[in-house]
């Protein structure tokens, strides 16, 4: 098993919120990462769409696993969303995270969420602090 997919499934396993969603972990490799859930009807707002909350969290999961997969413990430093559609009850939500910059301190990922019929419902961009730290022991 590579490295990428340990620390995530390390992560996963740490990540009650994460679970929550009910996300799976689609792809790992190094600096990226790809992650699906389906929306419940506890995730909708007032309006009976989803939470931007919920696009915002299955994206900063995304994010998260990606831009510390390389087994170097990162935080967010910065992140926005910008929602271009509507989520609803059942719609299943998957999640790309992919390194834009990998630098010795920072990183900048842009994650991009899209709806069954693959279309964008969000674009997400986050830069992150590398720590220096490591995730798993033995590497």
């Given at each position: ?10 992560m996963m396993q740490q990540d009650l919120f994460s679970q ?120």
């Amino acid at each position: 098993m590579s490295i990428y997919k340990q620390v995530v499934d390390h992560m996963m396993q740490q990540d009650l919120f994460s679970q929550w969603l009910g996300i799976e972990v689609l792809e790992v490799r190094e600096g990226y990462s790809c992650i699906r859930m389906t929306v419940r009807k506890e995730m909708v707002n007032g309006f009976g769409i989803a939470h931007g909350g919920i696009a915002f969290s299955l994206a900063d999961s995304a994010f998260a696993f990606a831009c510390n997969n390389r087994n170097n413990l990162s935080v967010a430093l910065d992140t926005s969303i910008n929602f271009t559609k509507a989520v609803q009850i059942g719609d299943t939500l998957t999640a790309a995270a992919k390194e834009i910059h990998n630098g010795r301190s920072t990183g900048l990922y842009h994650i991009t969420i899209t709806n069954q019929h693959n279309e964008p419902v969000a674009h997400f961009k986050g830069t992150c602090f590398r720590t220096g730290k490591g995730l798993v022991s033995g590497f």
